[in-house]
């Protein structure tokens, strides 16, 4: 009887115990966060951003968060497909313009989500913002700034006895003479020929140079495509291809741009090299600049991501600021920006948005460093500077870097254009045409692209 | 098997099956089940899917936000009036040629010769006439000596030919991309260290005549696998009649038409019906080496590799698709044509029997 009494006393207690575990919990709203149009999905981010997740659930119990990271590879494609199918992912990011607008009229207006719950974005440098707005309304808030810059080796300067480019907006180029020149492309590609040299130590710009055996470059455009150079060259942005009746044009300074970058390949004095040299192993297969083989680039604060092997083999870079334009005297700079996006889809926009906060909120600590974002909130830029001279200690300023978010590319070079993706296709093919071969006419392919363009663009 | 295909043809006959062949019959399909299941979900249902949608207007990333639209034969009009698929590389005189001199434009006399982009199909149709046979007979070629009885260390030699096929054919393309650089790959430095001009180097990859000389290389590196069919196919060819050749006075040559090649006729037959299918889905070499781009001069602007861009990179889900249909028409017609030519020179003993 003891006993009996004993198992039922301990039955109750388990009862007890188990009861409250079984009562139904509040349900929490599933908000999916899809990573993989742009950086993100590398394994050292990936942990990083499962900790921000953990963060974030950690803090409320409403929602709940669940992240979704995609290889970039096939994260088109998975994207695409979930839209299709009505299944899209609630965020979606980080994601620059081209990424964002390859979905054009997939992403939700965040006015009136701003508006309603009275979110503050005087928080944000109103610059910033309205780089975020398009024609399809408010679409995102400032999470990441990528700004433009001239990186420079300063030892293959010293070796050819030349002075470095300038590290502020207006100062000029001293040749070695002592005269004095504006800081624009022709300075620039009268030091990048100097700076170009062939296995004997020639420069491009000496009687016996020989061309098909260079061993160093002046310049390479790291990871630009031909939208990029004509935005670099002359402020070209996307919108400047088409006219409101979808006519294809080629606007001059993206003629100018393209025909400069031709000739620096092909031309009597080469200084850039060709995609052949550049896509060889010695160059790092494209990575030009971290083959430690090109004098000067110029790119974006995200290629702080990829320099290791760079600053590994004892190679040092500096900064300078970017040339202007040598027929109006202007720079003409460019600013990637990064962002989340909310899809237009989603069934629960409300607490999409408050993600969306927290993750250009307080998330901003841990994923701008491990992105390489400069955070578009200021109060966060001082711990990321730190953080990146720290990874690269012989980098005595990163002021020009700074002081190329005064040159944005508003709007955006890479923003829409009719039926975009076959667009853009059809001007990486011409990229890589002239790239490829010397021998081809250059007015001819842009007339051929202007007129391949017409017909994409009215599609 | 043979049970299980003989309840095909005698389907009235089921019901009179016996308890044991009952079961036997649920135990083969039980067994074969997740085959039948695989085929359905990953082949069988997206091909009926892919069908339907040739006749809709789909672009995936307008997703929910574009109805989709029945457009009838419309996709299928599209392609045949698709002069980037269908137009016949042809040369073409252009006399006069515009200049600009003091800032005025001016046609001055200039005969060049031009050649218009081929389409697609063309592309892929003139690469196959210089890639087929050299996928037919240098893999022969090659299995012929290693069965040559005066070779020695074959199987030596036969494993170092087949080794390449293992290595992951998009990594010997990166290779042999690097060897065929044309600034800094290995083989113009070698042509250089013979004496060749620079201004004579192969340009590869990025040369009109270059261009498929390097896709052959290339394929070459991975013709192991043609190779061993051939060579089973050889060793499968009775030696009695080569003893009964020689003893007639046969020379070599007429052993190889007389004997070896009709014996061998299905094997070669074989390793066509692969290479002709292989070659309308050629894809992957000129995605890597040229970016996909159909450079130089549209010639590496491959049927397939057009569809892979419609459908994936453009999204064109209805219009890639129709490609795809039409795709697997125009190689189940060259397929049915060979078989048909097959009758007059593939030997099949158990026929002639």
């Known amino acids: 009887m003891k006993k009996t009494l004993l198992v039922l006393a301990a039955l109750l207690l388990a009862?007890?115990?188990?009861?409250?575990?079984?009562?139904?919990?509040?349900?929490?709203?599933?908000?999916?966060?899809?990573?993989?149009?742009?950086?993100?999905?590398?394994?050292?981010?990936?942990?990083?951003?499962?900790?921000?997740?953990?963060?974030?659930?950690?803090?409320?119990?409403k929602i709940e968060l669940v992240l979704e990271v995609v290889p970039y590879e096939s994260a088109r494609d998975t994207l695409s497909t979930q839209i299709a199918s009505g299944n899209g992912p609630d965020i979606v990011g980080p994601v620059g313009w081209e990424g964002t607008n390859a979905y054009r009229g997939q992403?939700?207006?965040?006015?009136?989500?701003?508006?309603?719950?009275?979110?503050?974005?005087?928080q944000f440098d109103p610059d910033l913002v309205a780089m975020q707005v398009t024609t399809d309304g408010q679409l995102g808030l400032p999470f990441a700034v990528f700004p433009a810059a001239v990186y420079y080796v300063p030892k293959m300067f010293d070796e050819a006895g030349l002075n470095y480019p300038p590290a502020k907006y207006g100062e000029k180029y001293v040749m070695p003479d002592g005269t004095e020149k504006p800081w624009d492309?022709?300075?620039?590609?009268?030091?990048?020929?100097?700076?170009?040299?062939?296995a004997n130590g020639k420069n491009a710009t000496e009687a016996g140079f020989?061309?098909?055996?260079?061993?160093?470059?002046?310049?390479?455009?790291?990871?630009?495509?031909?939208?990029?150079?004509?935005?670099?060259?002359?402020?070209?942005?996307?919108?400047?291809?088409?006219?409101e009746d979808y006519n294809a044009i080629i606007p001059d300074a993206a003629k100018e741009a393209w025909t400069w970058y031709f000739n620096g390949m092909w031309g009597p004095q080469p200084f850039i090299p060709n995609a052949s040299l550049a896509g060889s192993p010695e160059f790092s297969g494209g990575n030009v600049f971290n083959s430690g083989r090109a004098a000067m680039a110029i790119t974006h604060f995200w290629y702080t991501c990829c320099l290791a092997d760079f600053r590994d083999a004892g190679n040092e870079f500096q900064l300078a600021v970017l040339p202007a334009n040598p027929k109006d005297g202007q720079v003409h700079g460019r600013v990637d920006a990064d962002t989340f996006r909310i899809w237009k889809g989603t069934q629960h926009p409300k607490e999409a948005f408050e993600v969306l906060t927290y993750l250009v909120g307080p998330a901003v600590k841990k994923l701008a460093?491990?992105?390489?974002?400069?955070?578009?909130?200021?109060?966060?830029?001082?711990?990321?500077?730190e953080a990146k001279s720290a990874e690269y200690p012989f980098v005595t300023s990163w002021q020009p870097l700074l002081d190329g978010l005064a040159y944005p590319d508003v709007p955006s070079a890479e923003g829409w254009l009719p039926n975009m993706t076959q667009a853009r296709d059809r001007i990486a093919s011409f990229l890589d045409l002239i790239s490829n071969d010397g021998t081809v006419d250059l007015e001819a392919q842009i007339e051929q692209l202007r007129q391949d363009l017409d017909v994409i663009f009215k599609k | 098997m043979e049970q299980l295909i003989s309840f095909r043809f005698r389907r009235v006959s089921l019901r009179k099956l016996s308890a044991k062949d009952r079961r036997e019959m649920k135990h083969g399909l039980t067994f074969i089940s997740p085959w039948i299941i695989g085929f359905m979900a990953f082949t069988f249902l997206p091909m009926v899917a892919t069908f339907i949608f040739t006749f809709l207007d789909m672009s995936i990333t307008e997703g929910i936000y574009n109805p989709v639209r029945f457009m009838g034969l419309g996709n299928y009009k599209a392609l045949f009036q698709d002069q980037t698929v269908w137009r016949v590389p042809s040369l073409r005189v252009v006399w006069t040629q515009e200049i600009v001199e003091d800032g005025i434009k001016k046609q001055i006399f200039s005969p060049q010769v031009k050649m218009d982009p081929p389409g697609a199909m063309w592309v892929t149709v003139v690469f196959g006439i210089y890639a087929l046979p050299v996928g037919i007979f240098v893999p022969l070629a090659l299995a012929l000596l290693l069965n040559s009885r005066y070779l020695k260390a074959k199987s030596l030699f036969r494993t170092l030919f087949y080794m390449p096929y293992v290595?992951?054919?998009?990594?010997?393309?990166?290779l042999w991309g690097g060897i065929l650089n044309p600034e800094t790959g290995w083989a113009n430095r070698f042509l250089m260290q013979l004496g060749v001009p620079k201004a004579a180097l192969p340009q590869w990859a990025n040369d009109v005549f270059w261009v498929y000389p390097t896709y052959i290389i290339m394929g070459i590196w991975g013709i192991g696998n043609a190779m061993l069919i051939m060579l089973a196919g050889?060793?499968?060819?009775?030696?009695?009649?080569?003893?009964?050749?020689?003893?007639?006075?046969?020379?070599?040559?007429?052993?190889?038409?007389?004997?070896?090649?009709?014996?061998?006729?299905?094997?070669?037959?074989?390793?066509?019906?692969?290479?002709?299918?292989?070659?309308?889905?050629?894809?992957?070499?000129?995605?890597?080496?040229?970016?996909?781009?159909?450079?130089?001069?549209?010639?590496?602007?491959?049927y397939n590799l057009k569809l892979y861009k419609e459908f994936f990179t453009y999204q064109k889900i209805s219009y890639g698709a129709t490609m795809a249909w039409i795709l697997f028409v125009v190689i189940l017609i060259v397929t049915i044509i060979l078989f048909g030519t097959a009758r007059k020179w593939v030997y099949y003993a158990a026929e002639s029997a």
């Open chain 1, 15 to 61: 009862t007890a115990l188990l009861l409250p575990a079984c009562a139904p919990k509040p349900k929490k709203v599933q908000i999916r966060w899809f990573v993989g149009l742009g950086t993100g999905t590398d394994a050292n981010q990936v942990p990083v951003e499962q900790e921000v997740v953990a963060d974030f659930n950690a803090s409320q119990d």
């Open chain 1, 107 to 122: 992403w939700l207006d965040l006015a009136p989500l701003i508006e309603e719950t009275g979110y503050d974005i005087n």
């Open chain 1, 185 to 198: 492309w022709n300075t620039l590609t009268e030091i990048a020929k100097l700076l170009t040299l062939d």
């Open chain 1, 210 to 243: 020989d061309r098909e055996a260079i061993v160093q470059v002046g310049y390479y455009p790291q990871w630009q495509d031909a939208l990029h150079m004509a935005a670099f060259w002359g402020g070209v942005s996307a919108d400047d291809y088409y006219d």
């Open chain 1, 369 to 385: 460093p491990v992105y390489g974002a400069l955070p578009a909130r200021p109060e966060y830029q001082q711990t990321f500077l």
């Open chain 2, 167 to 174: 290595v992951p054919f998009v990594a010997a393309v990166f």
């Open chain 2, 234 to 302: 050889l060793q499968n060819v009775p030696t009695e009649l080569y003893d009964a050749a020689k003893v007639d006075g046969a020379g070599p040559m007429a052993i190889f038409f007389k004997i070896t090649w009709p014996m061998i006729s299905p094997v070669v037959f074989y390793n066509l019906i692969l290479s002709v299918v292989g070659l309308f889905q050629y894809f992957l070499v000129p995605l890597v080496v040229n970016q996909g781009t159909g450079r130089p001069g549209g010639a590496t602007f491959f």
